[in-house]
T-cell receptor, first 113, second 109 residues
Framework: IAGITQAPTSQILAAGRRMTLRCTQDMRHNAMYWYRQDLGLGLRLIHYSNTAGTTGKGEVPDGYSVSRANTDDFPLTLASAVPSQTSVYFC????????????FGEGSRLTVL | GQNIDQPTEMTATEGAIVQINCTYQTSGFNGLFWYQQHAGEAPTFLSYNVLDGLEEKGRFSSFLSRSKGYSYLLLKELQMKDSASYLCAVLDSNYQLIWGAGTKLIIKP
């Protein structure tokens, strides 16, 4: 089934640890995104990539890094996790950067203690 | 700053009609989008408006007035499975999606 796969679906992490959330899509979409979603707040963009080999900072990039070595994969890394990074993280993709029709992964629920 | 406002929560009865409003102030406009998100799940695309007027898709319709910075999502013949959060988002002049916080819709029998 075509779509976006995220891993892990859930993780509990000690503060200070490094963590990578994986995201893979098989739709050959050019643009990919990482969002975090917290109760009472809208989706907030962390980082994005308009095409393989390029990345950009979103609204809340501090403490996170991404890479886009190829079209399909867009991992998100927390170099040293802090409790404020406890959230649900969604990876998404779109055919191109100029469309608002996004396809989302199932989400990764991260708890930092 | 950029801002999207929508009600936090609404309640409606099964079989009825409900209208969820969204107002926006953004740097430019390249389209308005509605997404549905069931609890514990990912958002899924519902509708897209770029020109003024009504777009109908089955039981769901979405309206846009660019001059008023206003949109609504209309859900007819409500079903229990329509209980979800509905997210309004605007694509701004930089092609960044600006998201509202979402409206939680509760359907009662």
């Amino acid at each position: 089934i075509a779509g976006i796969t995220q891993a892990p679906t859930s993780q509990i992490l000690a503060a200070g640890r490094r963590m990578t959330l994986r995201c893979t899509q098989d739709m050959r979409h050019n643009a990919m995104y990482w969002y975090r979603q917290d109760l009472g707040l809208g989706l907030r963009l962390i980082h994005y990539s308009n095409t393989a080999g390029t990345t950009g900072k979103g609204e809340v990039p501090d403490g996170y890094s991404v890479s886009r070595a190829n079209t399909d994969d867009f991992p998100l890394t927390l170099a040293s996790a802090v409790p404020s990074q406890t959230s649900v993280y969604f990876c998404a993709s779109s055919e191109d950067r100029d469309t608002g029709e996004l396809f989302f992964g199932e989400g990764s629920r991260l708890t930092v203690l | 700053g950029q801002n999207i406002d929508q009600p936090t929560e609404m309640t409606a009865t099964e079989g009825a009609i409900v209208q969820i409003n969204c107002t926006y102030q953004t740097s430019g406009f390249n389209g308005l989008f509605w997404y549905q998100q069931h609890a514990g799940e990912a958002p899924t695309f519902l509708s897209y408006n770029v020109l003024d007027g009504l777009e109908e898709k089955g039981r769901f319709s979405s309206f846009l007035s660019r001059s008023k910075g206003y949109s609504y999502l209309l859900l007819k013949e409500l079903q229990m499975k329509d209980s979800a959060s509905y997210l309004c988002a605007v694509l701004d002049s930089n092609y960044q999606l600006i998201w509202g916080a979402g409206t939680k819709l509760i359907i009662k029998p």
